[in-house]
């Protein structure tokens, strides 16, 4: 059984950056062929994909996000990290790491484990 679970801090100011790790337990953030994801979700909205990394260590990202986002990984911890750069206040949210078979994501149901999430607000 895999585990997943965020770390990070639950305020943070605008205009700073927004770091977050997740630590995978129970299995390898290397195995073939999972890819590990950061998804957001704003209070009263849906869903939002931030972008994974994948079994290889490679990175793709949201179009809208991709311009102040990295997620690395550490595979001597088992983990992986959003940064998200330049935050606003709308980047207030609930924010899960989650893991899916492969890239081709038809809907939320193909992320098969999710950490518990963690709260964000950005705020001053």
């Known amino acids: 059984q895999v585990q997943l679970q965020e770390s990070g801090p639950g305020l943070v100011k605008p205009s700073q950056p927004l770091s977050l790790t997740c630590t995978v337990s129970?299995?390898?953030?290397?195995?073939?062929?999972?890819?590990w994801s950061w998804i957001r979700q704003p209070p009263g909205k849906g869903l939002e994909w931030i972008g994974y990394s994948a079994y290889t260590g490679s990175s793709n990202y949201s179009p809208s996000l991709k311009s102040r986002t990295s997620i690395p990984r550490d595979t001597s911890k088992n983990q992986f990290t959003l940064h998200l750069s330049s935050v606003t206040p709308e980047d207030t949210a609930v924010y899960y790491c989650a893991r899916s078979p492969g890239a081709a994501v038809v809907d939320w149901s193909y992320f098969e484990v999710w950490g518990q999430g963690t709260p964000v607000t950005v705020s001053s």
């Open positions: 129970g299995g390898s953030i290397t195995t073939h062929y999972y890819y």
